[in-house]
T-cell receptor, first 114, second 115 residues
Framework: SAVISQKPSRDICQRGTSLTIQCQVD?????MFWYRQQPGQSLTLIAT?????????ESGFVIDKFPISRPNLTFSTLTVSNMSPEDSSIYLC???????????FGPGTRLTVL | AQSVTQLDSHVSVSEGTPVLLRCNYS??????LFWYVQHPNKGLQLLLK??????LVKGINGFEAEFKKSETSFHLTKPSAHMSDAAEYFC?????????????FGKGTRLHILP
């Protein structure tokens, strides 16, 4: 398994601003994922971040709104840009285990946009 | 294409009674199936996983799940509920080890434990 930390754990932001969420893993991993969990909802995959290449975004998510960096095999950031109240969610990063289809999740970042 | 359906959005049981959380899946080929638990204000924790080995899978905290291909089900059970089991539970389906096979989360089942 992998130990994953996220910063910040929570934040309250003003409309129109941007927030960058950091995800740190205690081991080198190829694939990292960013998810959104809207209030009372399940998890939705935003994008897959592979080191050395551009992130791959899921339908409904675009790079301008959710730019992602993956500078090395243990770290990634997700930025939520030009925020609106609809962006209020928990954002989680995860990494794939030995088999791609098993994932380990960070504790999440709870974002509230006023 | 894959999908997963959690049949109940809320389940309430009394402490000490059995727990059943239902999950049905759809997959074009042999899936991997998982149950995750999310306690309030906590991250996701893997309870158990099925990856084509034994069909009855035992997980942490006394939970187990049985893969039934004929019924396309992967229901989560526990013989005796504990107050600490109150949480949100997610059934997850994944295809073969291929990055084109997305991991799909069910909508979740909130488990309430009555004293």
């Amino acid at each position: 398994s992998a130990v994953i930390s996220q910063k910040p754990s929570r934040d309250i932001c003003q409309r129109g601003t941007s927030l960058t969420i950091q995800c740190q893993v205690d081991s080198q991993v190829t694939m990292m994922f960013w998810y959104r969990q809207q209030p009372g909802q399940s998890l939705t995959l935003i994008a897959t971040a592979n080191q050395g290449s551009e992130a791959t975004y899921e339908s409904g998510f675009v790079i301008d709104k959710f730019p992602i960096s993956r500078p090395n095999l243990t770290f990634s950031t997700l930025t939520v840009s030009n925020m609106s109240p609809e962006d209020s969610s928990i954002y989680l990063c995860s990494v794939a285990g030995i088999s791609y289809n098993e994932q380990f999740f960070g504790p999440g970042t709870r974002l509230t946009v006023l | 294409a894959q999908s997963v359906t959690q049949l109940d959005s809320h389940v309430s049981v009394s402490e000490g009674t059995p727990v059943l959380l239902r999950c049905n899946y759809s997959s074009s080929y042999s899936p991997s199936l998982f149950w995750y638990v999310q306690h309030p204000n906590k991250g996701l924790q893997l309870l158990l996983k099925y990856t084509s080995a034994a069909t009855l899978v035992k997980g942490i905290n006394g939970f187990e799940a049985e893969f039934k291909k004929s019924e396309t089900s992967f229901h989560l059970t526990k013989p005796s509920a504990h107050m600490s089991d109150a949480a949100e539970y997610f059934c997850v389906v994944s295809g073969a080890m291929n990055r084109d096979d997305k991991i799909i989360f069910g909508k979740g089942t909130r488990l309430h434990i009555l004293p």
